[in-house]
């Protein structure tokens, strides 16, 4: 028995059960099968074409012998991309709507010219739709399903599926018009308190869904709501978080009260979440403070670098994201064993390689790290050798005076104040200028400069005082960006730009040699 395939989801019609419905629907599949003299089992009619980058990818590798002829209900979705295949693989094309057999001259300046139509119609339509997207961003509405933490407000209407039997509010006077999200009190109180978790470094996003499933609201009259997901209407119900739910969850800049607009890149592909287009101040409320989610967003790239356990803290040492192999280029991995801590080759933890960087005893690399750190020393006059080797003359002299003018100014404001003679609103404005004009009275380069200079001076002394190890990362990633190993010996630093002009000036060591003229300094930015 003989099949006549159906792409689109209207199933596969049987030649005995399905012959007189296809001769009445379409009696140029027909028509082709005899001019053509190809047989109705392979003839592939094509449903729903709507999506035409779909049906290109399934026309780009056609089976051989699989089908011989292509019958579709209309010729819009057509593009030039699927008329290319066509051509290459000697498939016949045919037309229900317009009765068009395509390999005839004029049916092929038919197909070239719908194809046309179609691209153009696409191509507006997806400008005109970035369009609105980007008009709903500006005015702080969200695009796309409501996130998890917020509702419509439409409580007397609620068709949420967090509303019946979750939501305290359901079938109440409505909070919103349905235009402004509002804070869901169930929702809204799981995403508080994932970041609380995540933020005391404690809970990788794993464990957060687990302490979320476990987890639940107390009402004021006495039911407990246990946490669950948003779910879906008509796809998938609310359920338990995942860990990928919370990865999506602390990412989520939408809960700073700002609506983010990726838009597409040059190639019209969406951006990714870190390469967001702009950012608009939203009308809903915040379920998070901005500074507690650039926090979390530090936290992962931390995390990012090191293996973790269920149910153990993650893995975070003084070099973890630091320390690379030399010989293969992939950072080394922070493992443990029992109490002994070690750096192993990512490529040798995934499988994914052979390389033969030996594992490393944690104690000894970083002691060799921060013994280079602690050597280096910066020459009292610093900042006026910076200053002496990056500005000119005349630059230098006109930044003084104008030093000098805002310190007399400044000066006499205070004096002023402290005699009663100026409020304290005005003050403070003065106050603030102040700090401004001083903050940007160097070039932006020079400050820079200026500003890892004094981390560097404090760096050792800070570095010693740290605590954790958590701590002793962040100090060490203020100046260093990599630091390459080979064997179990360092072959190179990478520092941070500003750094790398400092380095020039940094001492190593009481005999005065400079570390640039040592092995060890050979920085890359």
Same mark, same amino acid.
């Given at each position: ?18 012959? =007189? ?14 001019? &053509? ?38 010729? @819009? ?7 290319? %295949? ?54 702080? $509405? ?15 209407? #609620? ?6 039997? #979750? ?86 800049? @939408? ?8 838009? %597409?890149?040059? &190639? ?59 010989? #293969? ?53 610093? &900042?006026?050798?910076?200053?002496? &080797? ?36 005005? $003050? ?38 740290? =605590? ?12 260093? %960006? ?24 940094? @001492? ?18």
């Amino acid at each position: 028995m003989h099949t006549l395939q159906e792409i689109g989801g209207a199933g596969a019609l049987h030649e005995e059960s399905g012959l =007189k419905h296809v001769q009445r629907a379409v009696p140029a599949i027909l028509m082709a099968t005899v001019e &053509k003299e190809l047989e109705l089992s392979n003839i592939e009619r094509q449903v729903d074409f709507g999506n035409a980058a779909v049906g290109a990818k399934h026309l780009a590798q056609p089976r051989p012998g699989a089908f011989h002829g292509i019958a579709m209900d209309f010729t @819009f979705a057509i593009t030039i991309q699927v008329k290319g %295949v066509l051509n290459t693989t000697g498939i016949t094309f045919v037309s229900v709507k317009e009765n068009l057999d395509f390999t005839t001259p004029w049916g092929k300046l038919a197909l070239a010219v719908l194809g046309m139509l179609a691209e153009i119609y696409i191509d507006n339509l997806s400008q005109e739709t970035h369009k609105g997207k980007l008009a709903r961003a500006r005015k702080g $509405f969200w695009n796309g399903a409501i996130p998890l933490g917020y509702c419509n407000g439409q409580c007397s209407e #609620c068709t949420d599926l967090n509303g019946v039997d #979750c939501c305290p509010n359901f079938n109440k006077p409505n909070r919103s018009d349905g235009k402004i999200l509002v804070d869901h009190p169930i929702e809204g109180e799981a995403v508080r308190r994932a970041f609380q978790w995540y933020l005391t470094g404690h809970f990788s996003d794993g464990a957060i869904a687990e302490k979320l499933n476990a987890d639940g609201l107390e009402l004021p009259d006495g039911r407990h709501i246990p946490f669950r997901t948003k779910g879906i209407p008509g796809r998938f119900p609310p359920g338990p978080f995942s860990k990928e739910s919370i990865r999506d969850m602390l990412q989520r800049r @939408f809960y700073t009260r700002v609506v983010v607009y990726y838009g %597409v890149d040059e &190639k019209g592909r969406r951006r990714k979440r870190g390469d967001f287009q702009a950012i608009f101040p939203g009308k809903h409320p915040a379920l998070i403070s901005g500074e507690y989610f650039e926090c979390a967003q530090v936290l992962r790239r931390q995390f990012s670098c090191r293996t973790r356990r269920r149910s153990s803290k993650p893995n975070i040492y003084p070099l973890s994201g630091l320390l690379i192999c030399d010989s #293969c280029g992939w950072t080394m991995r922070a493992v443990s064993s029992g109490k002994r801590r070690y750096y192993r080759d990512t490529t040798r933890i995934e499988h994914s390689g052979s390389c033969n960087q030996p594992t490393l005893k944690a104690e000894d690399i970083e002691q060799q790290v921060l013994d280079f750190v602690y050597s280096l020393k910066l020459p009292p006059d610093w &900042k006026n050798v910076v200053r002496s &080797k990056m500005l000119p003359p005349a630059q230098r002299t006109e930044i003084a005076r104008r030093g000098r003018e805002l310190e007399e100014r400044w000066t006499r404001a205070t004096e002023l104040y402290l005699d009663g003679l100026l409020d304290r609103g005005r $003050f403070q404005e003065e106050k603030w200028q102040y700090q401004i004009d001083k903050a940007n009275l160097h070039p932006p380069e020079i400050t820079a400069i200026i500003k890892i200079g004094k981390v560097l001076d404090s760096l050792p002394r800070r570095l010693s005082q740290a =605590k954790d190890w958590v701590k002793k990362n962040k100090l060490l990633r203020l100046a260093l %960006v990599g630091v390459r190993i080979k064997g179990h010996e360092l072959t190179a630093t990478h520092v941070r730009l500003p750094l790398y002009t400092l380095l020039f000036h940094c @001492f190593s060591g009481s005999d005065g040699i400079r570390t640039r003229d040592l092995w060890l300094d050979r920085p890359a930015c």
